[in-house]
């Protein structure tokens, strides 16, 4: 398994859906389950959010021909081309004029004080 940049205290299971995500995340990334109700939040730890990249394609069989199978597989490399996660998300197959769209976003989080 390859360790990601955040580890121990930074990261934490999300009761519901069992995916690892921020220790910091109001809200899972994975089920959309509220993890925090009525927290409060002292102002100098104030996170707003934006969505740094979306990336959305489909992939349509053609009226003809063998089932095909596929992977979604996501990948993850540091500024060096090293990877440091790889995860199989999903996998699937399309019969003969079926099609599947798929969507990658990265949503990053930015903390009120500039600093990481």
């Known amino acids: 398994m390859l360790a990601g940049r955040f580890s121990g205290d930074r990261t934490r299971t999300c009761p519901h859906c069992k995916a690892t995500i921020l220790a910091s995340a109001a809200i899972c990334p994975q089920c ?3 993890l925090r109700f009525g927290a409060a939040v002292p102002a100098k730890q ?3 959010g934006f969505s740094a ?3 959305e394609g489909s ?7 063998a089932v095909w199978e596929y992977s979604l597989v996501l990948t993850i490399r540091n500024e060096s081309g090293e990877e440091i996660s790889r995860k199989v998300v999903g996998v699937g197959a399309l019969q003969y004029n079926e ?7 990265v ?6 004080t500039g600093k990481n």
């Open 53 to 55: 990249l979306k990336v």
């Open 32 to 34: 959309k389950h509220h």
């Open 59 to 65: 992939v349509q069989h053609p009226p003809e021909g």
């Open 107 to 112: 949503e990053v989080l930015t903390s009120g």
């Open 46 to 48: 104030e996170r707003s």
């Open 99 to 105: 099609s599947r769209t798929f969507t990658m976003s």
